[in-house]
């Protein structure tokens, strides 16, 4: 397993029971975008901000961890429609299981299709890094180094970085 695991995630926690349970009020899904005149969810412009940090996020541990490409692994088809394109013009391009992908762009490709809810998979890089997702952004990152810089430009950047072992291991290699 490696050794430096963290979470990444848009919420503070600051606003987390003694059990960890988040008790702020956010939006934790793609599906709350606002419709035209809805204040209380999300508006597209405000989702699209907070995905690109995580696709920085993971683009920058990978890139401080050393990893080139990255295999997904574990691939479940949720609302995934190969070659559509959704509301917000996310061109759903097709991956399968196994599929190596370049850190520096299919990586967020993929982080942009988990984050909305039409597939889910793990990113592994194998002895070197990771990125796991789980349910209302909560992410996983790990690495064999410590990626002080990532860490701390990913805070910069708006998200929240915790040391955290990822709850969606498979084995022991990764």
């Known amino acids: 397993m490696l050794q430096h695991q963290w979470r990444v995630t848009k919420y503070d926690p600051a606003m987390r ?10 939006w934790t899904e793609f599906g709350q975008l606002a419709a035209a ?8 412009e405000q989702y699209l901000q907070a995905e690109d940090r995580y696709v920085r996020a993971v683009e920058r541990f990978l890139s401080a961890s050393g990893v080139d490409e990255i295999t997904v692994e574990g691939l479940e088809l949720l609302s995934y ?28 490709q993929v982080c942009r299709l988990v984050l909305r809810n039409y597939l889910w998979c793990r990113l592994i890089a194998e002895n070197s890094g990771f990125v796991h997702f789980g349910w209302d952004y909560y992410m ?27 709850p969606h291991h498979q084995n022991a290699e990764e």
């Open 37 to 44: 005149g809805d204040e209380a969810l999300t508006k597209p």
């Open 17 to 26: 029971t003694s059990g960890g349970h988040f008790i702020g009020k956010e």
């Open 81 to 108: 429609k190969p070659n559509e394109t959704d509301t917000l013009g996310l061109r759903m391009a097709p991956f399968v299981e196994g599929q190596v992908l370049s850190a520096a762009g299919e990586a967020g």
């Open 140 to 166: 996983y990152i790990g690495s064999g180094r410590p990626c002080e810089n990532a860490v701390t430009r990913t805070i910069a950047d708006g998200l929240f970085v915790e040391p955290f072992t990822s």
